[in-house]
């Protein structure tokens, strides 16, 4: 990882791999667009340790029953996981604790050295992503994922809480088809109610270790919150998605699910939101997690968690400025030769901003205008995918707007693959609570990240995996490949023909090394909110009004954001590296195939996923 440093500007020959793609373009498809990832063969060895990771996934669905709902397999043996939801309590948060040591020492002691080397990778995968999550569990406080990516150490803020997770999982994941769907959907309804309420104990023991987090996220959260509690006293959208879905179902929907919402939910919301101000009236503006109780201790395994590095805060801090100034003399020339050549970067792209040309329209009529010029870049990039990869995918996704009270705590978008079934779509979730939030030269990047060849795409290679490796995943790897899919998107010419739009990719890349200066800024180095707004406003040039949000989200998810540039950087070390080694027998898409194909990983996983590829075709 640490190599990334001191690589040179022009390691990378992107005209080269330019190059290499337009070739690529004439050779048939090895398989068709439309049909999914080949399948793994297992191996006559594998068969045991396949069916203890099976087992261990059978575990860890029960203790997260949405995700078999997300996956789109809560059906037949497990069916009852479509009535239920997690156990987000003290004592909840034990039992999972429990099952991961208890699983973690079984799948420790699997002899891997007969394995074939995709059994080997999930045994790796889940060796990895438990231990880490087991430490994250011995912190004294935390909401801690497994195999995730969302670890934080307050359990209810502004972008984190059952609030936030459930109504838009009831909507838009659980699938309402049949009487007994709609009688699932009830029974989560009460579950929800009790979610709420193991929510609160926890929260109300962090308050009493004093562990509070800052002023200005209660301040959204207890906004947030407030328009949920005013829903759910009404009814609300928990109502109004089951009648939707309900009407040509016979039964009593309507009035059932309005009792438990208003009679259950409301009540727990509202014991939620006095905790929340009761919060309000202690907590401090300090942004960082170093200044709470066990604060550089938890900061330390964020970091571990969300890099799967051991880069310490000054590493990632150090590595954030060396990649901000190299991304800024690509983007020089760029500036120079559409007039802007006056002024820092960060100026010149402020200025940028404020040209009418790249700007969207106000209102209905610019989101409607940014839904369109999304749609479009999405045709435009699913035709150029055989050009990268051997293995091409269809993957079955949608654009929707986020729910509007998420909004305000919200990045600009985020996505992810559906369900195995195809039942649930993958989805880009774009944030539209302003168009000022949107520029034309840079949501085709995004688009990029959050969908294809991105978040969206890369899940479609999961469908064949253990399930295990379903339910696994690795910020670094998730966060560094979109950041890699923008940079395929790029060599894929994307912006041969609009510079400005290449501008607002490398600022893209720009703001993610940024990320790793404010959010080691922020939790530990003692800078100030405003100072991380600032950073990416004076040096970057980023939308103040996107920042904003960004920065409150870093002091919520310390570490989360440092995994993106972490990851990008490996996963491009490892391109070179396999280039080196292979000479004329590289093939870019034979790679990105490797990189794809071996699932979510560590990086450290990921290298050895490299080395096979450079053994086979070394032969």
Known sequence: MHDDRARADGALNRREVIAALAAAAALPLLSACGGGATPTPVASGDAAARALLDEVAENLLRLSPEQATSLGIDTGARAALRSALGDRSAEGQRRIAAQ?????????????????????????????????????FALPYGDITVGGWRNTPYVVVQNVGAYLDVPRFLDTDHRVESAPDAEAYLARLTAYARQLDGELGRVQAARAAGLVPPAFLLDKAIRQMTLSVQGARAGGTLVDSLVRRTAKIPGDWAGRARTIVVQEIAPALERQLAELQAQRRVATDAPGIAARPHGAEFYRWALKASTTTSMS??????????????????????????????????????????????????????????????????????????????????????????????????????????????????????????????????LADLTFHEAIPGHVWQGEYTHDMPLIRQMLAFNAYSEGWALYAEQLADELGAYATDHVGRLGYLQ????????????????????????????????????????????????????????????????????????????????????????????????????????????????
């Open 100 to 136: 991961l040591k208890t699983d973690l020492e079984r799948v420790r002691a699997l002899d891997t050295s007969g394995l074939s080397h995709a059994t080997r990778t999930s045994v790796e995968v889940v060796r990895s992503a438990y231990a880490t999550a087991l430490e994250g």
């Open 313 to 442: 805060p000054d590493e990632i801090h150090e590595l954030g400025r060396s990649e901000v100034a190299r991304l800024h003399a690509q983007m020089e020339p760029i500036l120079k030769e559409i007039g802007l050549t006056g002024g820092s970067v960060g100026a010149r792209m402020q200025a940028l901003a404020k040209d009418p040309r790249y700007q969207f329209a106000e209102g209905d009529a610019g989101r409607a205008e940014i839904l369109a010029f999304i749609h479009e870049r999405l045709a435009w990039i699913r035709a150029q995918m055989p050009r990268a990869f051997h293995t091409v995918v269809n993957p079955n996704m949608e654009v929707k707007r986020l729910p509007p009270e998420e909004e305000p705590g919200a990045p600009a978008a985020y996505g992810g693959a559906g369900s195995i079934d195809g039942k649930i779509p993958g989805r880009m979730w774009i944030n539209l609570r302003t168009t000022a939030l949107h520029s034309r030269y840079s």
């Open 508 to 619: 893209s890349l720009a703001f993610r090394a940024c990320r790793l200066v404010v959010d080691t800024g922020i939790h530990a180095k003692g800078w100030t909110r405003a100072q991380g707004v600032q950073y990416f406003v004076d040096v970057n040039g980023s939308n103040p009004l996107e920042v904003a949000s960004e920065v409150d989200r870093y002091c919520s998810w310390p570490g989360q954001a440092c995994g993106y540039k972490v990851g990008h950087s490996e996963i491009v070390r490892q391109r070179e590296r396999a280039t080196a080694a292979l000479g004329a027998k590289f093939d870019l898409r034979a790679f990105d195939d490797a990189v794809v194909r071996g699932g979510n990983v560590p990086l450290d996983v990921l290298a050895r996923n490299v080395d096979e590829y450079v053994r086979t075709a070394s032969r």
